[in-house]
């Protein structure tokens, strides 16, 4: 995990990571390939059951993919653009705001 103007970023650390969107149900989630890169950014809610549970490949969350998280939505967003140069897409299954 490291820290990064108010956003926590998880890379191949599922168990910070699942603790910290058990904890954080009102925050944002913005999964990322490694190295995020515009067009390829998603935000999700942390309740949402796209980024949470058991992974889809069964495997992991983080090894592939960053989860950056953040309780304000505007970091997140800071975040992206500082990381990516453009905007993250928002999840069409919990439509973040």
Do not use: Q
Not at 7 to 30: K, N, R, S
Not at 61 to 77: Q, R
């Amino acid at each position: 995990m490291s820290l990064s103007n108010g956003v926590l970023v998880f890379e191949d650390d599922d168990a910070g990571y699942a603790e910290w969107i058990a904890t954080h149900p009102e925050g944002f989630v913005v999964n990322a390939n490694r190295p995020p890169a515009a067009g390829d950014v998603v935000l999700h809610r942390a309740t949402c059951w796209t980024i949470s549970g058991v992974p889809t490949n069964g495997r992991t969350w983080t090894a592939d993919y960053l989860k950056a998280c953040s309780d304000d939505g505007a970091s997140i967003g800071r975040w992206v653009r500082e990381a990516t140069g453009g905007m993250p897409s928002l999840c069409g299954i919990c439509h973040p705001a």
